[in-house]
């Protein structure tokens, strides 16, 4: 079945770069996403990518992918203290609805 | 506002006792979730349903149910045989087109008492 993994926490100073980390299995996987998590609130979607690309950028956000190694990275530029939150990737494949998550990256900023 | 709404925000609930949480959605969803959060452990899916009437088990669906009878609407009934019911129960709506966000309510606290 599909499986998504992440480190549980991540440490960065104010103003450097931050880069989470996400492995999956299935090969199927179409779309890949990475959701926010406030503490006590729901996920909000952050971005994500289709499966034929290999990077997407959107201002301080860069996802890369690398589909032979099935690996998913999330890169924050000038990370800030309202970047603090848990972070989420996520994949889903065509001919299923089904979302899977992976175990979540505690981003904590260090000033 | 078009959205996803969880009811109750918290919940307290005796050993032996059922509890339903309440998710409903106006955005015009076909599929809708049930996700558990519990520290360390991310989302794990309990149930899903791709259009009403119809639903699939995920991958904990053990001492859960669920029902689709309208759209709008897909209500969680934690029952007396989920053996660590505590945690945090997110609800999640997204239309059938693979490339669209999957919107997520604020999440009901369960504490069994």
């Known amino acids: 079945g599909e499986d998504v993994e992440q480190s549980l926490f991540l440490s960065v100073r104010e103003g450097d770069s931050s880069v989470i980390n996400c492995t999956y299995t299935?090969?199927?996987?179409?779309?890949l996403y990475w959701y926010k998590q406030e503490p006590g609130a729901g996920l909000q979607l952050l971005t994500y990518?289709?499966?034929?690309?290999d990077m997407k950028q959107d201002q301080r956000l860069t996802v890369l992918l690398n589909k032979k190694d099935k690996h998913l990275s999330l890169r924050i530029a000038d990370t800030q203290t309202g970047d603090s939150a848990i972070y989420f990737c996520?994949?889903?494949?065509?001919?299923?609805?089904?979302?899977?998550f992976g175990t979540g990256t505690r981003l904590t900023i260090i000033p | 506002d078009g959205g996803i709404t969880q009811s109750p925000k918290y919940l307290f609930r005796k050993e032996g006792q059922n509890v339903t949480l309440s998710c409903e959605q106006n955005?015009?969803?076909?599929?809708m979730y049930w996700y558990r959060q519990d520290p360390g452990q991310g989302l794990r899916l309990i149930y899903y349903s791709q259009i009403v009437n119809d639903f699939q088990k995920g991958d904990i669906a053990e001492g859960y149910s669920v029902s689709r009878e309208k759209k709008e609407s897909f209500p969680l009934t934690v029952t007396s045989a989920q053996k660590n019911p505590t945690a945090f129960y997110l609800c999640?709506?997204?239309?059938?087109?693979?490339?669209?966000?999957?919107?997520f309510g604020q999440g009901t606290r369960l504490t069994v008492v």
């Open positions: 299935d090969s199927s996987s179409t779309y």
């Open positions: 990518i289709f499966s034929n690309m």
């Open positions: 999640a709506s997204r239309h059938r087109d693979k490339s669209t966000e999957a919107f």
């Open positions: 955005l015009n969803h076909d599929a």
């Open positions: 996520a994949e889903s494949n065509f001919g299923n609805e089904k979302l899977t």
